[in-house]
């Protein structure tokens, strides 16, 4: 994985269940300044299709499944995220898409940033242009 960064969650588990907490600076390697989550996703919907200038995120599947496809300008990368164990870093400039969201898929997003559309190439032949510069 060089595009992405896996990072593995302690999992506080005991015969109740289990519980996974993370925290800014410490295993989520930011500030967290915003919080959303994707879900109820309708059956053959892929989402993403954009690219960030700063945001860096955390991706976590706390429920059911997707697959992330990241690409960089020259290489792609895919990767599963299917457990609430895991969570994947990105920060490069890269262009992500998720696709395959299983029935009842819950894909939590930890951000650097509060929402702000400047941030965002969602242009694709301009993220190619400018990927060459990065
Ligand atoms: P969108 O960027 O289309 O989601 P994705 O790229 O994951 O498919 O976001 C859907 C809508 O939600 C869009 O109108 C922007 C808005 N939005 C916010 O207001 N705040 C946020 O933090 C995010 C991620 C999206």
């Known amino acids: ?16 269940g289990c519980l996974v ?5 410490e295993i989520i390697p930011f500030d967290i300044q915003r919080v959303y989550y994707i879900y109820s996703t309708a059956e053959g919907v892929s989402r993403g299709f954009h690219a960030h ?6 991706m976590v599947c ?5 697959r ?7 290489e792609h990368e895919t ?10 870093l ?11 969201f299983s029935e009842n898929c819950v894909l939590l997003v930890l951000a650097s940033d509060h929402y702000d559309e400047d941030d965002y190439i ?11 510069r990065y």
């Open 53 to 58: 200038k700063k945001l860096k995120q955390v």
């Open 21 to 25: 907490a993370l925290e800014g600076n």
């Open 1 to 16: 994985m060089k595009l992405v960064k896996q990072l593995v969650f302690k999992s506080l588990g005991d015969d109740r």
């Open 62 to 66: 706390v429920h059911g499944k997707c």
């Open 79 to 88: 990767v599963w995220l299917d457990s609430p164990e895991r969570g994947i």
């Open 90 to 100: 990105i920060e490069g400039f890269v262009w992500r898409e998720m696709h395959d």
């Open 122 to 132: 969602r242009d694709y032949s301009e993220f190619e242009k400018l990927a060459k």
């Open 68 to 74: 992330l496809n990241i690409y960089d300008g020259s």
